[in-house]
């Protein structure tokens, strides 16, 4: 199944109670990964739960991963509305570079914990679901293309010969470290090592310095 696909589904019923229906069907899944930390629920838990027959389920959805994608492609719509309000609020405050970098690491680490609960069994879910992959690939995209063009608004500031190419690296890096301390992925022994706020201070540090310095052997460099 393709994103439009996905997307075609995510669109609520007009009606008012088969739109009620069927965002209790999405609340009560997402509800579900929450507390379990993963997808092992079954569609008869969520007919139960949400107060909803299992046949109006299969009139929205073909199977159980039918109806996770639709709920990823949901939290996530939410997840980069978030993020780009928090990122165009960095860019509003403004600052020089490593205010910026602080202040960019601090607003994307927050969002990503306020939705680390079912985001967690969803990215879980990614390296067996090229569909749960793919959406977010795009979600990740967004947040990243945002944090980019952020970072240039300081780009006299960066001493890399490709501030752009330095921007993205750093941010993967940054990204990746959250990501193993929220416990995304398979990363879940290493979920919440050390502290939080320490950990965004040493990686805003980590990024400012690194986009602050001439990369060996380029033109500029000590």
């Known amino acids: 199944m393709d994103i439009e ?8 019923p007009q ?3 088969s739109k009620a229906s069927f965002e209790r069907m ?9 507390q379990r930390g993963s997808d092992e ?3 008869n838990e969520v007919a139960k739960h949400g107060k909803v027959s299992i046949g109006s389920i299969y009139c929205r959805f073909d199977s159980k991963e039918d109806l996770v994608h639709v709920v990823q492609l949901r939290v996530l719509e939410r997840v980069d509305t978030d993020m780009l309000a928090a990122i165009a609020g960095v860019q509003e405050r403004g600052g020089d570079l490593i205010d910026m970098v602080h202040d960019l690491v601090d607003s994307i680490a927050d969002v990503l914990r306020r939705y680390a609960e079912v985001m967690r069994p969803l990215m879980l879910r990614a390296s067996g679901d090229p569909v749960i992959a793919s959406i977010g690939k795009r979600s990740y995209s967004r947040t990243s293309e ?3 063009d952020a970072l240039l608004t300081c780009e006299k500031e960066i001493r890399h010969p490709d501030p752009r190419h330095a921007a993205d ?6 990204y ?13 022994d290493a979920a919440g090592e050390g502290d939080w706020n320490q950990l965004k201070n040493d990686l ?8 602050r310095t001439a990369p060996k052997g380029s033109h500029g460099a000590a």
């Open 5 to 12: 696909t996905i997307m075609a589904k995510a669109r609520a």
């Open 15 to 17: 009606q008012g109670r």
């Open 26 to 34: 999405l609340t009560t899944a997402e509800e579900l990964m929450k």
């Open 41 to 43: 629920f079954t569609l």
């Open 146 to 148: 945002a944090v980019i």
């Open 169 to 174: 690296a750093g941010f993967r890096i940054v």
């Open 176 to 188: 990746a470290a959250i990501a193993r301390y929220l416990g995304f992925g398979s990363s879940l």
């Open 204 to 211: 805003g540090d980590m990024l400012a310095a690194y986009l």
